[in-house]
């Protein structure tokens, strides 16, 4: 599957989130505004998932399995886009990564979103 993003600030907007599911998948993400994300091949590879409140859509080829992006619940005009599926793009690319509250979700936390941390990567030179 392929697919191309418009994304609404560049890279300003990275950010990973602690919730369940992004715990686990571990992707570093960018936005997108809901026309910002085009399948370009393999639309039928497509699938979706939702979980716990059903508001978020989450997208990943099911070829794959790869998370690919979702709509956000925090802002269902938006989707978050996984950065390593962009070409030319590695999660390692960024020094720092801030992360976000997502076990304290904006929608239940009246629309704050928290910042709890920071991802940081420092590359070896061995």
């Given at each position: ?20 599911l992004c ?30 409140t059903g ?72």
């Amino acid at each position: 599957m392929k697919f191309r993003a418009t994304l609404t600030d560049g890279f300003k907007t990275i950010r990973r989130c602690t919730c369940s599911l992004c715990r686990m998948r571990g992707a570093v993400a960018v936005s997108a505004d809901l026309g910002g994300v085009e399948i370009i091949d393999g639309a039928e590879n497509l699938a979706s998932y939702r979980f716990n409140t059903g508001e978020a859509q989450h997208f990943f080829c099911k070829s794959c399995g790869i998370y690919t992006h979702h709509q956000r619940r925090s802002n269902p005009k938006q989707y978050g886009v996984n950065v390593a599926c962009l070409e030319g793009v590695s999660p390692f690319d960024f020094a720092e990564v801030p992360v976000l509250d997502g076990v304290n979700h904006p929608n239940d936390n009246d629309g704050r979103a928290d910042r709890v941390g920071t991802l940081r990567f420092d590359p070896s030179n061995d």
